[in-house]
Nanobody, 124 residues
Framework: QVQVVETGGGLVQAGASLRLSCAAS????????VGWFRQAPGKEQEFVAGISRTGSWVHYADSVRGRVTISRDDGQNTVNLQMNTLKVEDTAVYYCAASARGSVTTTAQGYDYWGQGTQVTVSS
């Protein structure tokens, strides 16, 4: 069983930066595709970013492209989500998800292992 844990959430002001980290254990880390999703109050869960097993391919949602960078550190078994120029509308619970099958997908059904989520709140 793969365990996924997110860290790094918090309360920041608009324009600030925040880095979220996702740690995965229970399986060879470089066998996992990793994605980040978020869910704001009253809204559907949405894809934020994803990274392939080797880190050679990444994909971003239009809403965050240019402000967010996803990267992986296989030595630390982590995937990081660097978020810059945060906006109030980025406020959400952010979830890390992992999959041992296929490639990066923007749908939640493509991931088998999920963390508990970390809250990101951006104030104006």
């Amino acid at each position: 069983q793969v365990q996924v844990v997110e860290t790094g959430g918090g309360l920041v002001q608009a324009g600030a930066s925040l880095r979220l980290s996702c740690a995965a254990s229970g399986r060879t880390f470089n066998s996992l595709v990793v994605g980040w999703f978020r869910q704001a109050p009253g809204k559907e869960q949405e894809f934020v970013a994803g990274i392939s097993r080797t880190g050679s391919w990444v994909h971003y949602a239009d809403s965050v492209r240019g402000r967010v960078t996803i990267s992986r550190d296989d030595g630390q078994n982590t995937v990081n989500l660097q978020m810059n120029t945060l906006k109030v509308e980025d406020t959400a619970v952010y979830y890390c998800a992992a999959s041992a099958r296929g490639s990066v997908t923007t749908t939640a059904q493509g991931y088998d292992y999920w963390g508990q989520g970390t809250q990101v709140t951006v104030s104006s």
